[in-house]
């Protein structure tokens, strides 16, 4: 009866530093194997359209909506999700009110970290533009943008 | 103190109800109504997937009476064969697979018998979509003071004015979610809410189950908004339910588009107003009319009424009011709890009207406010007497001179005839909203909430209050330690557990920290009597005393208590809304500036400004916070909100057309505390999470006023409305 089509499909890839194998279904959207079969629950789905950010994680090294990547796309390349960043770096965002209900939060922080990463797209883009990517029903963003903004300070005079 | 659970949050530790490990699971789902009314006739299970695999819960399956049981039982758990607005819950499926009972969700067809259904809520029915009581009246309501008729004969100025307001879907980011299992005899449900005892409630008549049998348990909650005050019911029955049929775990988690189309929304509003002043702007009379679409079914819709009614003079001395609510059954999903619980409609309408006043005495809109703006020893429209010694003229100052809004005002009146097609305007609202639960409200609450010392000294906060983001666990702690003297580290906030935790009223009603948090306060003064230790000991006394007490009674538990008891004083008619309606009131001013585009007829807001007596600010990041996520849902309802309707249904129920403002499309939003304590509140706290949102609005449309010179009535004002308004000129 089968024609293939729903044949699992065998892939290789890098997991927050560590290789992973695993078995997928070709329907099956990365976000869902994070979280559902590698446990990985710190990528939350929000609308599972691309529209709110709070799945985003790093594919090879940029920021995407891990509800919109099928997952046998990340074959042979490198994902790294929230439970990679060091709690160390959270400081800022802690002190200045970045998360409330926190639903958003790890999508906000992927983002924010992307962009302390990324100085040069500060000389052509503020804060606030680039966090446009993630959606926040809480704190109106200041507390989210003041965040990121005490870390840029504290990381440059570090 | 920093967030307690900031941290797991920030590093995507924390586990919401669809993060819970789980094994052995069934994933629900939910068969919804493709009418807004009509006798099922059929319900058709096409092929496509081995319905043998599947768990199937109908009504019949209903082991109590099939409502979801709140304030009436009117709302069915499962349509019972008729249904009355798009989307209604018919059957419960179940299947170890998420895919296939997604599925199957698409191989049911529910076949209904179309009758004609009400959706406009603004005009009285025809015979034919009369549907409760004589004339689909859920609610009728007054307020009465003087003698409005006359003192609107003889006002030397009368002006009217309508204002509409539409649905807003609360979005907060984590969907509706539930867990239910059984653990032995008891049904556990596990999930995010903000009323544990509210789903206990439900549940125990649907299900025929006693306390004791219901165990519910929240898990960190993704935003509410009360979104998640009432909902969360229907939710954990329909889990319960199939998790009852099975006998296995079952999990039902709303995606985004079923939240969005399915779940309660805020009350479309419709409020006119006939306001009697004199030629220097003093207010003579006031009538008004609220009413409201409150859907199919009652959910809270009588409490949003009142709180809308109660506000919708605003924060004016006025001698004659009459108000009249009504809210409309139709055939809507039901409209629910949403933050401001419709005080925020009430607002829109009075705080745009002060400036249509001002706008036909050709007066500053600021001034109008001035003269008119209740002072202590005056009555509100209930005739609740205010004397709290809130400077309110001293709110509305600040926030002018925060924003510079008199030079900015000067500004725009040279820059915008200079300019092709941008027009600026700066506007401002000042309002009020009633902390806690209505009237006798609280009475009836009759909250309770323990504080355990535990043999090792260390304290734990028992109480039913839940964290949504809003920052009730920080709090909290903050409350006990300061209370006891403890290090916050020593104290801790159990898990809302309706088995461990007693009922400490619903989290809602801006009335946690002021309310619940006074028992906090309370409770810990009972710890340190039964420890027996003086009140205000030293931390390290009373840590020792515990310890003491507990050598002392070994295998005994030692809780301080407290209930809820109203502070004196507070007296209120029900019958006849006269009297206190709230023991304390907050008070605000918002100033907005927005800059029209008259080529694509986008409003941007530039500039806000937020000044707010809340109180003692007990936590200054997270009073910031819960400020300005409040106006920035104030911000897009009256911008961007807009759910589109076609037969009853809504048709935009995805991110991608139903807009919440990004980062980009919010300035930063600029917020003061000016505090005046409130004694019976925790350390002098009012409520604080709904009155930003309240005011928000209406600041906005004003600055659209004076940049357009057009009187907006009706939100969102959204480009399309915007180019008709300024198109057809004044309406």
Redesign the interface.
């Known amino acids: 009866m089968s024609d293939g089509r729903d044949d699992p499909i065998r892939i290789s890839f890098t997991l927050n530093g560590e290789p992973t194998t695993v078995e997928v279904s070709p329907s099956e959207r990365l976000l869902d194997l994070l979280r559902y079969r590698l446990g990985l629950t710190g990528t939350k789905e929000g609308c599972a359209e691309g529209e709110c950010g709070a799945c985003t994680v790093y594919l090879d090294g940029l920021p995407v909506d891990s509800c919109l990547v099928p997952a046998y796309q990340v074959r042979g390349r490198l994902v790294e999700t929230i439970e990679s960043l060091d709690p160390e770096g959270m400081a800022h965002y802690h002190a200045r009110g970045t998360t409330q209900c926190g639903a958003c939060t790890p999508g906000v922080v992927m983002t924010a970290e992307w962009i302390l990463r990324h100085r040069d797209r500060l000389e052509t883009h503020t804060v606030r533009e680039l966090m446009a990517g993630n959606l926040c029903r809480c704190t109106g963003y200041d507390g989210i943008i003041e965040g990121i903004e005490g870390a840029l300070e504290d990381r440059e005079a570090g | 103190m ?2 307690r ?3 797991s ?8 109800v ?2 819970l ?1 789980l094994e052995d699971f069934l994933w629900g789902a939910t068969v919804r109504s493709p009418a807004a009314r009509g006798r099922i006739s059929d319900i058709i299970f096409g092929d496509g997937v081995d319905w043998s695999e599947f768990v199937i819960v109908d009504h019949t399956d209903i082991p109590g009476r099939n409502a979801v049981y709140l304030m009436e039982y009117d709302q069915p758990a499962l349509a019972p064969g008729y249904v009355r607005h798009v989307h209604e819950p018919v059957l419960l499926l179940a299947h170890p697979s998420r ?1 296939m009972a997604r599925r199957a969700l698409r191989e049911v067809q529910v076949i209904v018998d179309v009758d004609p259904p009400a959706l406009d809520f603004r005009t009285l029915p025809g015979p034919d979509l009369i549907q409760y009581g004589e004339n689909n009246v859920l609610k009728r309501l007054s307020i009465q003071k003087g003698d409005v008729e006359r003192a609107l004969g003889e006002s030397p100025i009368v002006v009217e004015g309508v204002y509409e307001t539409g649905a807003q879907e ?5 969907t509706q979610g539930m867990l239910a299992y059984l653990d032995g005899e008891v049904l556990v449900i596990k999930g995010s809410m903000q009323c544990p005892y509210y789903v206990v409630k439900a549940l125990k008549p649907a299900l025929n189950r006693s306390e004791e049998e219901i165990q519910v348990i929240q898990t ?6 009360g979104g998640k005050e009432e909902f969360p019911s229907m939710v954990a029955l329909h889990a319960g339910l199939l998790a009852l049929k099975s006998r296995m775990p079952v999990k039902l988690i709303y ?2 588009t079923e939240d969005m189309v399915a779940t309660t929304k805020r009350h479309p509003s419709q409020v006119r107003h006939r306001t009697g002043v004199d030629e220097n702007g003093r207010l003579i009379a006031q009538e008004i009319e609220v009413v409201m679409d409150g859907g199919a079914y009652l959910t809270l819709t009588p409490v949003v009424l009142s709180r809308a009614i109660i506000h919708a003079a605003g924060l004016y001395h006025c001698d004659n009011v009459s108000i009249l609510g009504r809210a409309m059954f139709t055939n809507s999903v039901p409209y629910g709890a949403f933050r401001g619980f419709g005080n925020p409609q009430a607002h829109f309408a009075v705080e745009r009207h002060m400036d249509v006043i001002a706008d036909r005495l050709r007066m500053d809109p600021v001034e109008l406010r001035r003269i008119n703006m209740i002072r202590d020893g005056q009555t509100t429209a209930t005739g609740q007497v205010i004397s709290d010694g809130v400077d309110r003229l001293q709110i509305v100052d600040r926030a002018l001179a925060l924003s510079d809004y008199e030079r900015r005002r000067r500004e725009h009146w040279v820059r915008n005839p200079e300019h092709r097609y941008l027009r600026r305007g700066i506007g401002m609202a000042a309002f009020y909203h009633g902390a806690g639960f209505t009237g006798s409200g609280e009475v009836m609450l009759d909250s309770r909430l323990h504080v355990e010392g535990n043999p090792d000294g260390k304290v734990q906060v028992l109480c039913a209050s839940t964290e ?4 009730q666990v920080t709090i909290f702690t903050q409350l006990a330690s300061d209370r006891l003297g403890y290090d916050p580290a020593e104290i801790s906030i159990a898990e809302p557990d309706t088995h461990r935790v007693p009922d400490s009223g619903p989290t809602v009603g801006s009335r946690t920290a002021m309310v619940v948090g006074r028992l906090v306060e309370r409770a810990c003064d009972d710890l340190c009597r039964k420890a027996g230790v003086e009140i205000g000991a030293p931390g390290a006394l009373v840590k020792e005393a515990i310890i003491a007490w507990h050598s002392a009674h070994p295998g005994e538990r030692l809780l301080g208590k407290a209930r809820y008891e109203p502070p004196p004083g507070i007296e209120w008619d029900e019958e006849n809304y006269v009297g206190d309606a709230y023991g304390a009131f907050g008070w605000a001013a918002h100033v907005a500036e927005v800059e029209v585009d008259l080529r694509t007829y986008d409003v941007r807001v530039l500039d806000f400004v937020s000044v707010q007596d809340v109180g003692t600010v007990l936590n200054e ?2 009073a ?2 819960q400020v ?6 104030g911000i897009s309802w009256a911008l961007l909100e807009e759910c589109v309707w076609k037969d009853g249904a809504m048709e935009n129920g ?3 057309n139903y807009i ?1 403002p ?5 300035p ?2 600029r917020v003061e505390f000016v505090e005046f304590p409130y004694e019976h509140g925790a350390q002098g706290a009012k409520g604080i999470g709904e009155l930003p949102l309240v005011g928000a609005a209406p600041a906005v449309l004003n600055a659209v006023a004076a940049a357009t010179g057009r009187q907006p009535t009706e939100i969102p004002l959204t480009p399309e409305r915007l180019m008709a308004l300024l198109a057809n000129g004044d309406r």
């Open positions: 920093l967030r659970e900031g941290l949050k920030l590093t995507g530790r924390e586990r919401y669809d993060d490990p895919e609360h979005v907060y980011l984590e960190p909650t993704g935003g509410g908004f995606d985004r949504m983001g809003q920052g990041t997270l910031r916070g300005q996520g409040g106006v920035a849902q995805q991110l991608t919440i990004t980062s980009g499309d919010l930063p939003i």
